[in-house]
Structure formats: C-alpha cells, structure tokens
C-alpha cells in the first residue's frame, strides 16, 4: 500500500524517466510507441537533424522568423507484462505529457519558449493582443525574443542537464521537473499577471529549499525592525541574559520557512551566478545585496499571499530586462528577469550536485498520467471478504449503511450478500478488545441480520448475535444506526446519554480519524437529541444540537425548517424520518422503522423482496 502511495503521489511526473528506461526489469519485453507533435518556439534549432536528446529527438522545419515550427519525436515506452506475469492493457499513453515534458526542459535550459500552443507564443513573442503592444520579452530577455538560434553548444549543455536529471531519484527528479513547469508556466502568464508570476516564481523556488541548509543570521544582520523590539525588552537585563535570548531567537528565525529559503537559496548559488551567468545581463543583483533581496522576495510572496498586494509596475513594465529594479516600498528588488536566471542557475546547481542513482525495476504504472481514481459506491465492494480488520471495521458498517439506505430508496436494485462477511466478523471480533471497532463489526453483523429471513440464520450467527447484542444496549452511533435502518427498538437512553454520545460524535467529526458514517444519520443523531432537549426543556441546547444536524447536511431544506421551527419556540417533534432518509414517496408501503417509531416485525417478504439478499 505504501508503494502504491509513493507512485499515485508522483503520478504524471515521472514519464521522461519511464521513457528512458529508468524502471523496467531485465528481459521484459517493452511496447514502443513513437508520439511526433508539433511545437512552436522563438528560437531557430541550428544543426543536422533530427537533434538527437538523451530522450527524444528534435527535427526543425521551418526557416527563421518570428515564430518558428518544430517537430518532437518521442518514444513512449512501457513494459508488456504486469509485475504479476500477466499482459498488460497499457500500451501507451498519449504522448503530449512526454513531449510538453520535453519542452518544458528545452524552455528552461535554453532560455528559449519551446511549446506546442501557437497561439501562445505568437502572442508571447510579438505581443499581438496584449496591452500597450509589449510582449514577454519585455520581462525575460531572450526567452520570448524573436529570431533566436539555439547553436550546438547549447544543445550539448541541455543534453547534460538532461543526463544529470534523469539519473535522479524518483523523487528528486520529480522535485525538479515540479520546479521547471511551475517557472516556466510563471513566464508564460507575467503578462496578465506580473505579481502572480512573480510570486509563483518564489514559490517555485521555495520548493527547493532544505532544513539542512539553514543557516541563521547573526544579531547586527537581523531584521531590524524584530532586533529593536528584542533589544528594547532586554535593556536592563545582563549580557548573559540577552546573550542567550539572542541566540534563541536567531535559532527560531532559523527553524523560520523564510530562513529556510533565503539560506537554501544562497548556498545553492556557485561563482559561476555572478560571473559567466551573469554576462550579457541588465544590472544583474550584486554578491553584497543578493541576500536582502532574497528576504524582500519572500516578503512580496507573502504580502501578495496574504493581502492579494500587487507589485508596483516600476518591477515590471519599465526594466527594459534588467534582473533588479529600484521600487519605493523596498528600494532595490529581483524583478521577474531576475527571478528566473536566479532559479535556472538553482535547479542546474542542485541537479548537477544531487546523488545520482542506478536505474533499478520499480511498478510505475500508478504513476502514469490521465489514470483517475473513484470510489466505488459501497454495494460493489461491502461483501468482499479478505480485508476485514479493526481499522476497516468502522468503514464497512459505513459502506452497508449507505448500501442499504440506497437500496430502499430505490437509487439501486443491487445485492450485496454479506453473508460470508459476517462469518469473518464472528472469527474477528472475539479477538478485539471493547471499543468503536468491536461496536461497529457487531453493529454490521446484527443489523444484516435484521433484514435477512430469521430462517436462512445460520447457527452460528444466531449465537454471535445472542452473545453480544448487548453491546448495542450502550450510547453509540454504531447502535443508533442499527435501530434507525432495521426492526431493533431505539435504546432507551437518558437524555444526558444521548447528549454524551452526540457531543461525542460531533467532537469526533471534526477530526481526521473519526468514524465515517452516511450524512443523513450524523445529521439525525444531532436532531434526536435536540428532540429530546427541547421536551425536556432545555431550549438552548436543543438550538446547539440542531445547528450540528444543519451543519451535517448544509442547505437541507427540511432541516432548516425544522431548525426554523425550533428556535422559534413552535418545534416539531414529529419530524419525517422516514422520508428524510429514503425520500419523497419512497417505501411508502414498506415496513421499515423510522428513528422515531415502534418498529414493527419485519416480513419474510418484505426483508427478501425489498433490501438484500443472502
């Protein structure tokens, strides 16, 4: 389950690396299937083709202009046999995740727009239909400009970078590959929104940071504002004293997600950043100020983050592609050119430094692209046999719940025989020891029973339920769904029993690990008590309980005007159970209890014709 996990967490960006073969075991045979799709870029692939890459090739067809045109050819490949021996179905995926993969890593090493939407980069690299005629070029030199040429040098460096980011671990590699489309995308939407590109681009960055890079300041490099307040409070203390508050508080900035950013950020930038990277830049950012910048950057994400502030346009309309720009809230700060060489130089750093790893076979088909997965509705799987534990036990009485409140609301006329279910709950729970999971298997057990014939139990059955029916006579939700959808009287607990167990409920709903059960009968639980509130007379907490029932199913009309009613002193004590929970005109001439009335026997006929079969 735990691999399974890892692979649907890395799905869909892991293919360039499926497709070189970093996964498949030895002496499997492969389906190979060639994808060829047109891109479009501002650049003009200069040499023999097709330009041959570590994955994939380029072949360019056109003559230089503004936009030019191009074909990538890829080969999707995947294994033909299921871990298990037998074929596999999946032969190929579409292909454009391999190839938007691809060009997404031409963009980013090239610094040239690589993509298969023409109609993006025409408008990218000309400006047609953006305001004031500007193009993205006004923003990232180079990358947008028309005319581009990519000589064989630059094709040599993006095969490297290439060969460094396929050797990766799965998830270093998908780490960088998040990092590359998140930037790349930034530069594609700066034009309609500089502040978000700005802040997706600090996001992106971000990304990369690491604890083990943190590093803290010292007090005279701290923030200023923060050092005067510290400072102030410990004026007449010793130098002890201050010395160790000081220390604290420069370990807390350090433990900080802005630290933590601001260090990685710094220890990933190699000499090359302010010497041949920097070559041919507008006012690139100085060793001296990097840092503060840094700090300036995250604070722009966040304010934007946080209070939706916008940048003002000195950052990014009148830089003419300069990296830092003067603006009056901060003075000097990385614009978006800036931003984007500083990440590129990052991610080639890490890359290029990362552990690389042996190819080695792995199941990656959870992480293959365009795979969606839904839940079944609970009639196709509550009947399985061979998963039942103490950790599921509280799901299945959910799933059967739902499963038969359906099945009497004529939503499905599917069987689900529970019957070999209940054989497995009868080995399971005297093994358990008493609480929620025990309750809930023999909730599950007593009320299949309840609609199965009394002359189709089987023995054994019969003694389990005598043997420990009595669990339900205590407070539960697991008890309060049994009597609510079969013959079982609804216990007659005190109302400060009740309470406890809805307040129990309503507490444990708001955690992650709660009990899951249908809305309908979390919303009834939190109705029955204010019911039994208001007769008693104690109105205020009625009102409490029936916001609970409201906020189980949010917009419910008859909950409201239930709601309505009672808190305008003229309450309905006679609420449509029935209908509530199977619907308008549903089993109108069945026999089945509502929550608020003397169950009656159930018919041979009706617990046969009408809900499930055994």
């Given amino acids: 389950m735990a691999k399974k996990k890892i692979a649907r967490k890395l799905r869909g960006q892991l293919m360039l690396q499926i497709a070189a073969g970093r996964f498949f075991r030895p002496h499997v045979p492969l389906n190979e299937t060639e994808h060829r799709y047109t891109v479009y870029s501002n650049a003009w692939f200069i040499g023999d083709p097709p330009i041959a890459l570590p ?38 995926t579409s292909g454009t995740d391999l190839v938007d993969d691809l060009a997404y890593l ?7 727009t690589v993509s298969r939407s023409y109609d993006q980069t025409r408008r990218l690299v000309t400006g047609d239909g953006t305001p004031r005629g ?24 993006l095969r490297q970078f290439m060969r460094d980011l396929l050797s990766l671990s799965r998830e270093d590699f998908a780490r960088v590959m998040r990092v590359i489309r998140n930037a790349v ?8 929104d500089p502040t978000g590109a700005y802040t997706d681009l600090v996001a992106a960055l971000e990304s990369m940071s690491d604890d083990e890079l943190s590093t803290p300041v010292t007090w005279d490099r701290y923030d200023g504002s923060k050092r005067k307040i510290v400072d102030a409070a410990l004026l007449d203390a010793g130098e002890v004293v201050t010395d160790r508050v000081r220390a604290a508080v420069l370990e807390a900035d350090r433990a900080g997600l802005k630290r933590r950013f601001v260090s990685s950020t710094l220890a990933r930038l190699s000499p090359g950043y302010y010497r041949d990277d920097a070559v041919g830049t507008v006012r690139p950012p100085r060793a001296p100020d990097i840092e503060r910048m840094l700090s300036i950057a995250y604070d722009i994400r966040s304010r934007r983050s946080h209070v939706l502030e916008d940048l003002g346009e000195g950052v990014w309309v009148f830089t003419d592609g300069a990296e830092t720009a003067y603006e009056p809230n901060f003075e000097r700060v990385l614009t978006l050119a800036g931003l984007w060489r500083l990440i590129r130089h990052v991610v080639r750093r890490y890359t290029a430094d990362a552990d690389k790893v042996a190819p080695a076979p792995w199941d990656y088909r959870d992480a293959l692209p365009g795979i969606v997965e839904v839940q079944l509705a609970p009639q196709y799987w509550i009947w ?8 599921t036990a509280t799901r299945r009485l959910d799933g059967f719940a739902e499963a038969l409140i359906g099945r009497i609301a004529g939503d499905h006329s599917d069987g689900f025989p529970l019957d070999q279910v209940c054989q497995e709950i009868e080995n399971l729970v005297p093994t358990l020891s008493d609480g929620e999971a025990k309750t809930a298997l023999i909730a599950t057990h007593i009320l299949w029973h309840a609609w199965v014939d009394p002359a189709r139990h089987r023995p054994e059955a019969t003694t389990f339920i005598d043997d420990y029916k009595a669990v339900l006579d205590a407070p539960s939700a697991s008890a309060f769904t049994v009597s609510l959808l079969s013959n079982h009287p609804m216990p007659a607990w005190s109302v400060n029993e009740w309470v406890t167990m809805a307040q129990a409920r309503n507490d444990a709903r708001h955690t992650k690990s709660q009990a899951p059960l249908p809305p309908v009968i979390d919303a ?41 009613r009672l808190i305008a002193g003229n309450h309905d004590p006679d609420f449509d159970v029935h209908t509530f929970v199977f619907g308008e005109n549903k089993g109108e001439d069945s026999e089945e209890p509502s929550g608020h009335e003397q169950p009656g026997e159930l018919s041979t006929k009706h617990a046969e014709a009408t809900t499930v079969q055994p």
């Fill in 524 to 564: 009834l639980i939190q109705l029955f008590i204010a019911d039994e509130l208001e007769a008693a007379g104690r109105h205020d907490e009625a009102i409490k309980f029936a916001a609970n029932a409201v906020a189980e199913l949010p917009g419910n009309q008859a909950l409201l005007a239930w709601e309505a």
């Fill in 384 to 391: 399985q046999t061979g998963g039942l534990t103490a950790a």
């Fill in 55 to 92: 994955v994939g090739e380029v072949i360019a067809s056109t003559e230089m202009g503004h936009i030019s045109s191009a074909m990538i050819a890829v080969v999707d490949r995947l294994e033909q046999q299921r871990p298990d021996g037998t074929d596999d179905f999946m032969i190929a």
């Fill in 134 to 157: 500007r193009s993205a070029n006004d923003l990232f030199p180079e990358l947008f400009e028309p005319r581009q040429t990519v000589q064989p040098d630059q094709w040599d460096d």
């Fill in 185 to 192: 995308d930034a530069t594609r939407r700066a034009l309609d």
């Fill in 106 to 112: 031409m963009t980013f090493a090239l610094n040239r």
